[in-house]
């Protein structure tokens, strides 16, 4: 009988002190972000030739892109949360140019470049909240500040795709070219509790800084060359500042 009630006292114990600690421990995040790229050597040898040779009055750089992120976090403590990420970013250049075709009419073709970063790792994130003590005001009670850093490997690609109808016919011609590297990313975020529910949620923005670049772009049978006739190499560089929202739920 004692055993019993020593065993329902430990497990009441237990259930009360659970209850008593209002960190969500575990979470799922969805986030958007706009990056900044540097595509220094694809803009000079692929985009701009492209464009000055065609059409002169375009300029079609890729300094840009949207990027899909989801988290899957830990709270270790009140001040430190680990977990693990990934994450999909996609810039795209195309335009329209008119193909001269001698005595007859110009031809309106299809051309496009597009960059892709698939990448995945763990994230770190130390919330500042405690060393700040916001709890004496409302709204600050339910806003963290965090700083984290993402460690994770990545894949960048570049997709060409050129495509010219000639009467009842079309010339395209579609190449991939790859090569993976480490990447690297720290923000600084701001999230603000929404419900405090069964179920926490979460709304916040982020701002920060990646650094991903590639080496040389290859084809899957090792090619390196970007065009016919063409000695161009090019790396990518996904390298540059860039801000998001999220939305966070945890529990």
Do not use: C
Not at 29 to 51: C, Q, R
Not at 85 to 100: A, C, L, T, V
Not at 213 to 225: A, C, L, S
């Amino acid at each position: 009988m004692k055993k019993h009630l020593l065993l329902a006292l430990t497990i009441m114990s237990f259930i009360n002190l659970s209850a008593q600690d209002s960190i969500p421990r575990l979470s799922i995040e969805f986030s958007w972000n706009h990056h900044k790229f540097a595509m220094d050597t694809l803009a000079k040898y692929v985009i701009e030739p492209g464009i000055n040779n065609i059409v002169q009055s375009l300029d079609k750089r890729i300094e840009s892109g949207s990027g899909y992120n989801f988290k899957i976090g830990y709270q270790v403590s009140k001040a430190f949360q680990v977990g693990l990420y990934g994450d999909f970013q996609r810039g795209i250049s195309e335009y329209k140019p008119m193909y001269p075709m001698g005595n007859s009419p110009s031809i309106e073709g299809f051309y496009s470049v597009r960059v892709e970063n698939l990448n995945a790792g763990i994230h770190m994130t130390y919330w500042l909240n405690s060393l700040i003590d916001l709890s004496s005001k409302r709204f600050f009670k339910r806003l963290n500040l965090g700083l984290s850093g993402h460690f994770g490997y990545a894949r960048g690609s570049f997709k060409q795709l050129s495509y010219v109808p000639i009467n009842e016919f079309a010339v395209s011609r579609f190449r991939v070219f790859t090569d993976d590297s480490f990447i690297y990313k720290f923000e600084l975020k701001a999230e603000y509790n929404i419900s405090q529910r069964n179920l926490f949620s979460f709304i916040g923005v982020k701002a920060g800084y990646q650094y991903f670049k590639t080496d040389y772009v290859k084809t899957q049978v090792g090619e390196d060359e970007l065009s016919l006739g063409s000695n161009v190499r090019v790396m990518l560089d996904f390298s540059g500042f860039y801000y998001g929202v999220y939305l966070k739920l945890a529990r």
